[in-house]
């Protein structure tokens, strides 16, 4: 599914608005660049950026990137944990976007009874392949130190492009796989989306979480689909079962198919209770009463 470049603009302008509301007078209110969204029309900045969603489709597993800790890995390599992935891609020295989707991200995270590095990982990928493995390490314990939960640094990654012409080219074949269209811009930085993708343990694109703002609650549901039953608790499940996503809310909306089918399963439950008992009374009744002559 492709969000469209009139209503990512849109979306853009409330992030902005948002983040200048909130206080933060550091962060530009516009995209990286000068010019703000025109009524008739979109900045420059964000022609191509649109997200084209891959549902479905499985992340590059093989490409080899470099960890927070100068060693080469893969995404592949990452799952073999066996546990879903939240994917994050931007570039560590972003002066707005990046750092509020991660900031609001890891804080709702926090606010989850569901772990790090036991439940879910979090991985980030540096779009920019000039930024190196020392930078994204600097990142990644500023956010350990957000969550501040034992054993989150094992599923916290921070991973950049290989120092080689191959090796810079895959967090673009990444992007490309999962649909995160981003441009460079003329000031050195970069325009693109707010986004994580939720990644199943085989590599699956089960979901696109858009925004600055994450609801736990929403990103929990989230998390549990990815885990494909494998994680969280059986009412987790069972409410999940009972949700389905709305692509015009960008969440978890109740189904009213799925109301009927419990009322009717309760109902024909107690039915069946009701019919029992009876059944049983009306033999005790039988074997009680007196036998005719």
């Not at 930085?189 to 609801?215: C, N, Q, T, W």
């Amino acid at each position: 599914m492709r969000i469209g470049r009139t209503q990512f603009a849109a979306l853009f302008g409330a992030i902005s608005l948002s983040a200048s509301a909130a206080g933060q007078s550091s962060i530009a209110p516009y995209a990286p660049g000068d010019r703000p969204i025109d009524a008739d029309g979109i900045a420059a900045e964000m022609e191509g950026v649109d997200i084209t969603e891959h549902l479905g489709d499985r992340v590059p597993l093989d490409l080899v990137l470099i960890d927070d800790s100068g060693e080469p890995t893969t995404l592949g390599k990452l799952l073999e944990a066996g546990r879903p992935m939240m994917l994050h891609l931007g570039y560590y020295k972003c002066p707005m976007l990046c750092t509020l989707v991660l900031n609001e991200g890891v804080r709702s995270l926090a606010k989850m009874d569901l772990s790090l590095g036991k439940d879910f990982d979090l991985v980030s990928v540096s779009i920019n392949p000039k930024e190196r493995h020392e930078l994204a390490h600097a990142k990644k314990q500023g956010y350990l130190a957000e969550y501040d939960r034992a054993g989150s640094e094992k599923g916290m990654r921070f991973l950049t492009a290989a120092a080689t012409p191959e090796g810079e080219t895959v967090p673009a074949a990444i992007a490309t796989a999962t649909g995160f269209g981003y441009k460079l811009l003329d000031s050195g930085e970069y325009s693109h989306a707010a986004v994580f993708m939720m990644i199943a343990p085989d590599g699956r694109i089960v979901r696109y979480l858009y925004g600055v703002k994450f609801d736990p609650t929403t990103m929990r549901m989230a998390v549990v689909e990815a885990g494909e039953g494998k994680i969280g608790t059986p009412l987790d499940r069972f409410i999940l079962w009972c949700h389905q996503w709305d692509p015009a809310s960008k969440g978890y909306s109740l189904l009213a198919f799925r109301i009927m089918q419990v009322g009717g399963a309760i109902t024909v439950g107690v039915m069946s209770v009701g019919l029992a008992w009876m059944f049983i009374r009306s033999a005790r009744q039988a074997r009680l009463a007196p036998h005719a002559a």
